[in-house]
């Protein structure tokens, strides 16, 4: 099976529609966003941009399946996850258009997959002023708060209680095939990506718990913005990686870049690939022309 992954959709609508339908070229029916997908269902627009991923995914022939970034309305997310789980754990949002719970495992094609959904916003000092109301710290000028629960939850990060349910878990083989997160590993070579400030050091510290707890052999994470490859061994224990031969588990990770619509990031193109289920390769294909893996 082919299946599609997609980096952060950010709630655009006509990036996401394109993304849909080169999926559909492609024939691919199952497409996963790893985060920031979108669900802004208290607002008139974020009905829209649901109601058109269900029409570019009903005329693709294709489902689309969302992990939890941190910008969601994660309130809503809950509710819905608890209220229209399918059999299969997913919440139903729209016939073809499924939320993943913010820890989940479920089996597709013979692989398993393990969800750990969440991320740390680092503006959300910035979303809450919006919300309160009051001076903008840029122009100057006195703004109406748009009201709480509308810019920022409190409930977006993976909790360690989180980590503890993962821990929990029991799969049929000693390496799980994919893990799907937003946000990434404490020890990514971001060039200056990974943001210093406490409260992200211990999100990613608690994607790196994740790691070490199921072993993926494959990782896909977006949050980032940035397309990166690397072999993951430090997050499984690996002190020594660095000098010294390895043979302990190994996770290939990829992080996606986001939607090209999001202006304030530069693109590439790197924001979706697909991977090959049977062998766990992944191609990245944003540029229309194929980016095979390289180990780092």
């Given amino acids: 099976m082919r299946v599609g992954i997609v980096g952060d959709t950010h709630g655009f609508t006509n990036d996401t529609v394109n993304v849909l339908n080169e999926m559909g070229k492609r024939k691919i029916t199952h497409v996963f966003v790893v985060g920031d997908f979108g669900l802004w269902t208290h607002r008139a627009d974020g009905h829209e941009f649901l109601d058109s991923v269900q029409a570019a995914a009903e005329g693709n022939g294709l489902t689309v399946f969302a992990v939890g970034g941190n910008h969601e309305n994660w309130d809503h997310w809950e509710w819905f996850v608890d209220n229209l789980p399918t059999h299969k754990g997913f919440a139903m949002v729209r016939r073809r258009v499924l939320l993943a719970?913010?820890?989940?495992?479920?089996?597709?094609?013979?692989?398993?997959?393990?969800?750990?959904?969440?991320?740390?916003s680092?503006?959300?000092?910035?979303?809450?002023?919006?919300?309160?109301?009051?001076?903008?710290?840029?122009?100057?000028?006195?703004?109406?708060?748009?009201?709480?629960?509308t810019l920022w939850w409190p409930n977006e990060e993976l909790t360690d209680q989180d980590v503890m349910k993962i821990r929990s878990m029991t799969f049929p083989n000693p390496q799980v095939d994919v893990l799907l997160?937003?946000?990434?590993?404490?020890?990514?070579?971001?060039?200056?990506?990974l943001k210093p400030d406490p409260?992200?050091?211990?999100?990613?510290?608690?994607?790196?718990?994740?790691i070490k707890a199921v072993k993926p052999k494959t990782h896909f994470h977006g949050?980032?913005?940035?397309?990166?490859?690397?072999?993951?061994?430090?997050?499984?224990?690996?002190?020594?990686?660095?000098?010294?031969?390895?043979?302990?588990?190994?996770t290939q990770t990829y992080g996606l870049e986001c939607n090209p619509g999001a202006m304030w990031d530069r693109k590439r193109g790197d924001w979706w690939g697909v991977l090959e289920t049977d062998t766990l390769e992944f191609?990245?294909?944003?540029?229309?022309?194929?980016?095979?893996?390289?180990?780092v």
């Fill in 101 to 120: 719970p913010k820890v989940h495992e479920f089996t597709l094609a013979n692989r398993q997959f393990v969800v750990a959904g969440g991320a740390v």
């Fill in 122 to 149: 680092i503006d959300k000092d910035y979303r809450l002023e919006q919300e309160r109301g009051g001076v903008d710290r840029f122009n100057g000028r006195r703004t109406r708060g748009v009201g709480a629960r």
């Fill in 181 to 193: 997160t937003h946000d990434c590993s404490n020890f990514t070579h971001f060039q200056g990506r």
């Fill in 199 to 210: 409260a992200s050091e211990r999100h990613r510290h608690r994607i790196d718990e994740v």
């Fill in 223 to 250: 949050h980032m913005h940035t397309k990166y490859e690397w072999e993951n061994a430090l997050s499984h224990g690996d002190s020594a990686f660095r000098n010294e031969p390895w043979d302990g588990p190994v």
């Fill in 283 to 295: 191609a990245f294909q944003g540029r229309g022309m194929e980016f095979r893996s390289l180990a």
